[in-house]
């Protein structure tokens, strides 16, 4: 599964005198209105502009595969031997992305996770059988 997500910001408008050349800086909270377009350029009194605008952009790309080892010969809820899922996790507590990867094998009797988070600087790893990991996620006793 690949996640985006994608921010522009409003950097800048020039306006610039087609007759002069004159540039002049345009406020960024402000919108370019009707009136003006009208206002004489401050040097030569030239109604006729160029409008000049930059706009910065930025896309964060985070990416999640998860690998199943299926025998379809088992039963629906046996069948599924081992799933390994590895990639970009977003903690929603924290609000920060964390690198993850998890595996579980049914034939191997193995549980292992590992959780990086560097913009919160937390490290996590956790390798243990499987029948041993209890009363996590959907095991959870309620």
């Given amino acids: 599964?690949?996640?985006?997500?994608q921010q522009a910001t409003f950097a800048a408008m020039i306006?610039?005198?087609?007759?002069?050349?004159?540039?002049t800086d345009h406020p960024e909270n402000r919108?370019?209105?009707?009136?003006?377009?009208?206002t004489p350029c401050a040097v030569c009194g030239h109604t006729v502009k160029s409008i000049e605008i930059s706009i910065d952009d930025s896309l964060l790309v985070k990416e999640d595969v998860m690998i199943k080892k299926i025998d379809p010969k088992l039963p629906s809820k046996k069948k599924v031997l081992s799933t390994t899922q590895?990639?970009?996790?977003?903690?929603r507590n924290s609000g920060t992305w964390q690198e993850r990867t998890r595996i579980i094998d049914r034939e191997n009797n193995l549980y292992y996770e590992k959780i990086e988070n560097k913009e919160i600087n937390f490290s996590k790893e956790?390798?243990?059988?499987?029948?041993?990991?209890?009363?996590?996620?959907?095991?959870?006793?309620?």
């Fill in 126 to 142: 956790v390798s243990e059988k499987l029948t041993d990991h209890q009363g996590h996620g959907s095991a959870k006793k309620k």
């Fill in 1 to 5: 599964m690949l996640r985006t997500h």
């Fill in 15 to 23: 306006i610039t005198c087609t007759n002069c050349q004159h540039k």
């Fill in 86 to 91: 590895s990639g970009d996790e977003y903690h």
């Fill in 31 to 38: 919108a370019f209105t009707e009136e003006d377009s009208k």
